[in-house]
């Protein structure tokens, strides 16, 4: 069973995230006082138009980006601390990334996209194994132009799970998607957060999506709008999109 924060245990803290683009008069304020927390093992949908901050919190979560001001704690480690070089480490460790693109390498099989990974990881997972739990056992030597939208996706998230991330940072995972495929995907995101006990944060723009979730926090202008708790999440092909 996924814990949430019943648990008392957050994987992720943010105090006072703030960021801010440019200067002068081109001063883009994308988050504005961020306070936020995320448990360990929980399934977390991030919602809110676009521009209201989601794709910033969780490429700062992911240290991918820096913060203007204010603080992330992973577990008791002061991210906000740590050099560029500390942070590479970090998120090689402990974050797996999935976007809304693929980002596969077009020359590299489905099989050789997963390695790319579990060749530096610390305790990977075979890529064989990898993308057997995604669905495509029967895909591992395809290249990405000989599979689907759905497939190349999928295979995305086999290279993220297969280092044994303890966090999965997801941004519009299902954008490029139709809804069929889409659905496709979120099963595979689900199975992964209650199988492997990953922390996985999803974000999205589709309301639907906040049915799959343990907590749903609503972004609005830089800023936490409402965090709902839902405890009894929906599996992706009940909800109707």
């Given amino acids: 069973m996924s814990q949430t924060e019943d648990s008392g245990k957050p994987v992720y803290r943010a105090v006072g995230l703030t960021k801010v683009y440019g200067s002068g008069a081109a001063e883009v304020h994308a988050l504005r006082g961020v306070d936020l927390e995320l448990f360990e093992g929980e399934r977390v949908v991030l919602l809110g138009a676009s521009g209201s901050g989601k794709s910033t919190l969780l490429n700062i979560l992911g240290a991918l980006d820096t913060p203007t001001a204010g603080q992330v704690f992973f577990r008791d480690r002061e991210l906000t601390k740590l050099s560029d070089r500390a942070l590479t480490a970090f998120r090689r460790d402990h974050v797996g990334f999935v976007f809304q693109f693929y980002n596969l390498v077009p020359s590299l099989t489905a099989r050789e996209n997963v390695a790319l990974v579990t060749e530096i990881a610390r305790a990977p997972m075979r890529p064989e194994e990898a993308l ?46 139709d809804s069929k495929t889409g659905v496709q995907v979120l099963e595979v995101l689900v199975s992964v957060n209650e199988d492997l006990g990953t922390t996985t944060a999803l974000i999205t723009h589709n309301m639907a999506t906040r049915k799959i979730a343990h907590r749903v926090i609503h972004l609005a202008d830089g800023l936490v709008a409402k965090v709902e708790r839902n405890d009894a999440p929906v599996p992706p092909a009940q909800v109707s999109w």
């Fill in 132 to 177: 057997e739990r995604v669905g495509l056992s029967a895909r591992l030597d395809h290249f990405p132009a000989q599979m689907s939208g759905g497939e190349q996706q999928r295979v995305a998230i086999a290279r993220a799970i297969a280092k044994r991330p303890d966090v999965l940072l997801c941004d519009e995972p299902t954008g490029a998607l």
